[in-house]
Nanobody, 124 residues
Framework: QVQLVESGGGLVQAGGSLRLSCAAS????????MGWFRQAPGKEREFVAA????????YSADSVKGRFSISRDNAKNTVYLQMNSLKPEDAAVYFC?????????????????WGQGTQVTVSS
């Protein structure tokens, strides 16, 4: 069993920055792939970024490349999503997810465990 707890969401002006955190606990979490997804009102949940815990390899959606970055802190079992140059269209509930597989997955069906989500609001 894996538990994920997100934090760091909030209200920010367009052009500002936020850093989301996902504290992970559970068996063998250091072998997992971790991902961030987001869901805006009335829209489907979409992939944002993923990181392989063992290698540190990352992959991000085109919509956030150059603005968002995903990283991990092995000692703290925490994954981060640094979000810069935020736009109103980035506003959503952001979810952390964990997959026991070894790939940079973009499909949410490949992630087994999910956090409760954290709200990001961007004012224009």
């Amino acid at each position: 069993q894996v538990q994920l707890v997100e934090s760091g969401g909030g209200l920010v002006q367009a052009g500002g920055s936020l850093r989301l955190s996902c504290a992970a606990s559970g068996r063998a979490i250091s072998t997992y792939t971790m991902g961030w997804f987001r869901q805006a009102p009335g829209k489907e949940r979409e992939f944002v970024a993923a990181i392989m815990w063992t290698s540190g390899r990352t992959y991000s959606a085109d919509s956030v490349k150059g603005r968002f970055s995903i990283s991990r802190d092995n000692a703290k079992n925490t994954v981060y999503l640094q979000m810069n140059s935020l736009k109103p269209e980035d506003a959503a509930v952001y979810f952390c997810a964990a997959s026991p597989g070894a790939g940079l997955y973009t499909g949410e069906q490949l992630y087994r465990y999910w956090g409760q989500g954290t709200q990001v609001t961007v004012s224009s």
